[in-house]
């Protein structure tokens, strides 16, 4: 009952009792013999002393992806985040490295570029926030901070293959 009212039903029992199931002959799931709460209260902590190792590292990486693919994007396609047309580009002269025609094309390199724009334009998180309001344009290493790490993955998927090289 103590583990049960610490956790709760349904993250144990749900999220880690598999291991200890199997389907019996009417095909329904049951705990095979002498599985014991314990058992299942051991895996949940396993599982958490892993995610507690894991986790601070995979932050690190995040980090140091998202400050290579900045630095890779502005050394080879520069440091306007402002389209051609959009209001407040102080040189429409200079494409943006938002620009789909900087990538390899794709339906996802057009949402992929959406998303990280909405990131330059809406977020509320420092660093964007402070250059979108106080400097005339937001670098890549800036604006990469703030976005998610499935957007940096997706951005690296997109950049054609010689960044990747530099990035890897």
Known sequence: MEVLEKIGYYPLINGFSKPFTHLN???DECFIANTHIEDVYLQYNLDNSIQ???FP???KIENHLKTILGYVVSENMGVNDKYNDE??????AIESYLDITNYQYSTKA???LKEIKKTSIKTKSNPTAYYRNKKNHIPPWILFRNIYLWQ???LYR???SNLKELIC
């Open 110 to 112: 057009k949402s992929v």
């Open 25 to 27: 002959e009417d095909g």
């Open 57 to 59: 590292e995979i932050t």
């Open 152 to 154: 940096a993955n997706s």
């Open 158 to 160: 997109i950049l054609p």
């Open 52 to 54: 507690d190792i894991v």
């Open 87 to 92: 209001p407040g580009n102080i040189n429409p």
